[in-house]
């Protein structure tokens, strides 16, 4: 089984709460839904890395869907460090989920699974209409390079220097291009908005 890594280490300071409890319609958290998608793909085991100021909130969350935390201590670095974090597994890749998108279609993790069982030490990335969009599959050869990027580099910009093969799956899911920053863009995604 492939392992996945749910990103969960940001502060939520526009959402103004941990994005991670944030629900579905049928009471579901963002968290436990993400975690329930990945299983039932075919994942595991399914880590969240987590930081402060929301760290008890989240790690009771994971516990409550059956998954372990790894704890991101300088969350201010970026999301390459949280990425980092998530790639120490014993694994040739891990895939990487965010916690800020509510709908991880099984589809797309189906799609990755497999782009990843055939070439397990390369990027893979879901693209809707020519946007590349989450979540990705990395190789953990990547882990050194990405804890190591600079406060400013995006993990997209550690990604186009590391020289790894990077795979664009275009696929028919505009959920992958989706995720949930702000009250605003949760009430758009609640109304059936965002992916208008």
Same mark, same amino acid.
């Given at each position: ?32 839904? !993400? ?5 039932? !793909? ?41 990425? !980092?974090?998530?790639?120490? =597994?014993?694994?040739?890749? *891990? ?17 990755? =699974? ?21 979540? *990705? ?24 220097? =590391? ?34």
């Amino acid at each position: 089984m492939l392992p996945a890594a749910i990103l969960a280490a940001g502060a939520s300071s526009r959402m103004g709460s941990p994005k991670a409890l944030l629900r579905h319609a049928d009471g579901q958290t963002f968290l436990a839904a !993400a975690c329930a998608a990945l299983r039932e !793909a075919g994942f595991g085991p399914v880590q969240v890395v987590v930081a402060e100021p929301h760290r008890a909130v989240v790690e009771q969350a994971a516990r409550a869907c059956g998954a372990t935390t790894l704890l991101n201590p300088a969350p201010e670095r970026g999301q390459a460090s949280s990425m !980092a974090i998530a790639l120490g =597994a014993d694994a040739p890749c *891990v895939l990487i989920a965010l916690v800020d998108q509510p709908g991880l279609d099984l589809f797309v993790l189906r799609a990755l =699974a497999a782009a990843a069982e055939r070439e397990p030490l390369a990027v893979h990335i879901p693209l809707f209409r020519g946007q590349r969009g989450h979540p *990705v599959v990395l190789p953990t050869s990547l882990a050194t390079l990405l804890r190591e990027a600079g406060q400013d580099e995006s993990a997209r910009e550690v990604l186009a220097r =590391a020289g790894v093969v990077i795979r664009e799956h275009a696929l028919e899911a505009p959920g992958i291009l989706l995720d949930v920053d702000t009250p605003e863009e949760l009430l758009r995604w609640r109304t059936g908005e965002a992916l208008r």
